[in-house]
């Protein structure tokens, strides 16, 4: 079932629920103030018709008086709307009085009331009981019985047999019987009298009444059907159009927007999705800037050293998830020039600002002969060319052909690493002067350092990422411990050693997320 719905089922079902009980609860109401109206009305009627009973007990009403009484109480009174027939005779079974409400009667046998015995007309064997709870007609009956009560009268609790046969048989749910014996002052039988009430008219109104009310709930149905469509389409409309826009944003689509409409809930939600939207396109569109970056980064990386005299180089640069300016280079001009650098930023600005200082560099190779005159220069250049807030950190060094001897000038990278073959064990180069970044000041001086090595030694330089890898503890590497990792991984091949290094810092980690390249650069002197 569609959200919309199932959002106007439940609207219009609650909304007519609604007005359905408070249409029941204003017809309850309305229906106990017609019963008690017409209780009211027949109790002052009957009061009236008692009051000429208890005279003509009292030998104070002759016969004649009695009838007429009797008469203008049947006229005048709202009796002659609830009463069928009013029969009185002597206690030997002498007719008296009788009366008949015509109107009543002939409502009576259009109703059907009238049910025909298969031995003749008969009234019912069963007459209804004086205290018997039959429809709502029994709230009557103990009324009259309260009214008409009194010394020179007895309401019997069983049908008494001076009741005359009736000519009709009534429906005891819609009628009720009322026999009233009559005494004289002596308290002797002097007659009875015997009355047939019906609802007929309260039912009639309550009938009525009914009705209206369920023209009402039912006319006002449609009405409330439409204002739920219209309130769950208000509702639901929104909240289709960001399921909508989800699942074409799962799909790969972007630049997504919704109007935020509807409730300040959904306006809310429409908000959090457009919110989601400009974060994925902006995800988007940094994960392209990224691969662009690495496409850029992997062409800047040289795919093998060259032959150089008796020097073996090997390098290798380890990708973080983001990508960084970590990159190495070697270079042969007369001299092999060998070195790591490091450009702040992630992205495609370091991406660029490494490609920047590598051209930079291929351009003063051959030109500048020391390598102190290659930094001076690269930094001027760097000071006004590079992205503001970024710089570049620099280790390179000048390998001479033959002889185990280098010469290196440091730009804000680690210290290096010595490996000293024939004592087995690694040291730090002690850089005496570790300068600024190239980019940062225009007309800083760098100063070159000369290191001699012995044969099978080897020359580490590698970025800050080997020594800043953490682990879920964000617990580093550190000095210390890369240098214990460099020291225990020796081996013969460049290539091997350099891998085994980046496994151990690879390990320590513990796959927890990096944001820094992991780049080393080797070379050794490795005479025949």
């Excluded at 400009?278 to 569109?285: L, V, Y």
């Excluded at 300016?325 to 092999?336: C, Q, S, T, W």
């Excluded at 000038?409 to 002690?430: C, E, F, I």
Aim: with cysteine; net charge negative; proline share 5%.
């Amino acid at each position: 079932m569609k959200f919309k719905t199932l959002l106007v089922s439940i609207l219009g079902s609650i909304m007519i629920l609604v007005l359905g009980t408070t249409l029941y609860i204003n017809y309850r109401n309305s229906a106990s103030m017609v019963r008690a109206g017409w209780q009211r009305q027949l109790d002052l009627t009957l009061g009236a018709f008692s009051n000429a009973l208890t005279g003509w007990a009292s030998l104070q009403v002759p016969d004649d008086e009695l009838q007429a009484q009797i008469a203008s109480a049947l006229q005048d009174g709202a009796i002659s709307d609830a009463c069928l027939s009013v029969a009185l005779r002597r206690a030997a079974g002498e007719p008296l009085f009788s009366w008949e409400n015509p109107r009543l009667a002939a409502e009576v046998a259009e109703l059907g009331f009238l049910r025909e015995s298969k031995g003749g007309p008969a009234r019912a064997s069963a007459t209804p009981q004086k205290a018997a709870k039959v429809d709502e007609t029994a709230a009557a009956d103990i009324g009259m019985a309260t009214t008409m009560a009194g010394p020179w009268m007895e309401i019997p609790a069983e049908p008494s047999a001076l009741t005359p046969a009736a000519s009709r048989r009534l429906d005891p749910r819609k009628f009720q019987q009322l026999e009233i014996y009559v005494k004289s002052a002596n308290y002797e039988p002097k007659g009875v009298a015997e009355i047939w009430i019906s609802n007929a008219s309260m039912m009639r109104e309550l009938r009525t009444l009914r009705t209206a009310y369920l023209l009402l709930l039912f006319g006002a149905a449609l009405p409330i059907l439409l204002l739920a469509w219209g309130l769950g389409r208000f509702i639901s409309k929104p909240v289709e159009d960001v399921a909508q826009s989800m699942r074409q944003l799962t799909e790969g689509a972007r630049d997504l927007f919704i109007d935020e409409t509807g409730t300040t809930e959904i306006r809310e939600l429409i908000r959090s999705f457009n919110i989601l939207s400009a974060e994925m396109e902006e995800k988007q569109r940094m994960a392209q800037e990224l691969d662009a970056a690495r496409h850029v980064q992997s062409a800047l990386i040289p795919q093998a050293a060259p032959f150089f005299s008796e020097w073996q180089v090997y390098g290798v640069s380890l990708p973080a998830s983001e990508v960084g300016g970590d990159f190495y280079f070697h270079e042969l001009y007369g001299r092999l020039y060998c070195g790591v650098g490091d450009v702040s930023g992630k992205g495609m600005p370091a991406a660029l600002s490494v490609a920047l200082s590598l051209g930079s560099l291929k351009a003063l190779f051959g030109k500048t002969e020391t390598l102190d005159g290659i930094l001076r220069q690269l930094n001027q250049t760097l000071s006004y060319q590079i992205k503001e807030g970024l710089f570049l950190a620099m280790n390179m060094v000048e390998l001479q052909p033959n002889a185990p001897v280098l010469k290196i000038v440091n730009a804000g990278q680690p210290y290096p690493l010595v490996h000293r073959s024939k004592q087995g064990r690694t040291q730090y180069v002690d850089i005496l002067n570790n300068n600024l970044p190239l980019g940062i000041l225009p007309d800083l001086m760098y100063e070159t350092q000369t290191v001699e090595l012995a044969p099978k030694d080897t020359l580490l330089l590698y970025s800050d990422g080997a020594v800043e890898m953490m682990n879920p503890r964000r617990d580093m590497i550190g000095f210390e411990r890369f240098q214990a990792i460099v020291q225990e991984t020796q081996t013969d091949s460049l290539s091997e050693w350099s891998t085994a290094i980046l496994h151990r810092v690879m390990f320590h980690t513990r796959g927890y997320p990096q944001h820094d390249d992991v780049t080393l650069l080797m070379a050794r002197f490795n005479p025949q």
